[in-house]
């Protein structure tokens, strides 16, 4: 899918630069959880815990990006995905041990990870069939993928997608 939103998005010029759409996507949907840690550690008095992790995230993201930099954009993205994971798994650890979450909490962080999966399979399936070449195709991909991902969460937790919905309309009233 990062091909067609780099020729529809930012032209044909930019042909190449699809793979760090694609890492980039790939570390973005698998790193939701770190952003919901530093809320959570200032929440409890523990802002420092941000500050830690941090400083051990750097120490081991900069020297992999200057050894996966030698190597060309492909290995420095996927450098870059594996010590998104690797901090990812910092951040799980600390916030495991500081709020004292249960193994089981790992089973929340599945159902996002099934919904990614068949939103996958459903756009890889349209793009099979339609080429995305113009903005209009482009968004019926988007929405596709909206409504799998959606209907995916609906099948497997219903009354979480109806709490969303019903909180999301009174957000905006």
Known sequence: MS??????L????WIGTEIVILFMAIRFGVGWFVGLNSTIFTAIGRPDLNIKVLIVVTAI????YIFGAQYGLF?????????SVIGDCIYYFIAK?????PLT???????????????ALILCAFMSVISINNWFVLALAVIAGVISYVGC?????????????????????
């Not at 091909?3 to 529809?8: G, Q, Y």
């Not at 930012?10 to 010029?13: A, N, V, W, Y």
């Not at 290995?75 to 010590?83: E, P």
């Open 153 to 173: 969460f609906y099948i497997i937790n219903k009354e979480f997608v109806i709490w969303g919905y019903r909180y999301a309309v009174q957000i905006i009233r």
């Open 10 to 13: 930012l032209g044909d010029k």
């Open 105 to 119: 909490f790992i089973r929340i962080l599945l159902v996002p990870l099934l919904g990614a999966v068949f939103m």
């Open 75 to 83: 290995v420095f993205c996927i450098v870059r995905l594996i010590t």
């Open 61 to 64: 993201s900069i020297p992999a």
């Open 97 to 101: 041990k500081t709020l004292d979450l």
């Open 3 to 8: 091909k067609p939103i780099v020729v529809v």
